[in-house]
């Protein structure tokens, strides 16, 4: 059965951080470039960053760059997703999902971030 699980969410202060794990079974992660998207309350999806298979190349959103990073590890069949000086307007649910700048959101539930004081 192919899933993605997503984990690694919950309420932080204005500048705290948070990694996101994403795990993968039912397939090889190795095998595909990956993505974060995110859900804010009221708003459509939006790309947050994206990695290669191989996890040599990545992107990300304006609105993340210098402050997320997006990493796997292909052994694990996991990704990440470090995020680092999070501001409220990251408040939103965290899904991965497969393939680069995915417009959709994956098999999993997502995992909540809130960003508040």
């Known amino acids: 059965q192919v899933q993605l699980v997503e984990s690694g969410g919950g309420l932080v202060q204005p500048g705290g951080s948070l990694r996101l794990s994403c795990a993968a079974s039912?397939?090889?992660?190795?095998?595909?470039?990956m993505s974060w998207v995110r859900q804010a309350p009221g708003k459509g999806l939006e790309w947050v960053s994206d990695i290669n298979s191989g996890g040599s190349s990545t992107d990300y959103a304006d609105s993340v760059k210098g402050r997320f990073t997006i990493s796997r590890d292909n052994a694990k069949n996991t990704l990440y997703l470090q995020m680092n000086s999070l501001k409220p307007e990251d408040t939103a649910v965290y899904y991965c999902?497969?393939?680069?700048?995915?417009?959709?959101?994956?098999w999993g539930q997502g995992t909540q971030v809130t960003v508040s004081s």
């Open positions: 039912g397939f090889t992660l190795s095998s595909y470039g």
């Open positions: 999902a497969v393939g680069r700048r995915a417009t959709t959101k994956g």
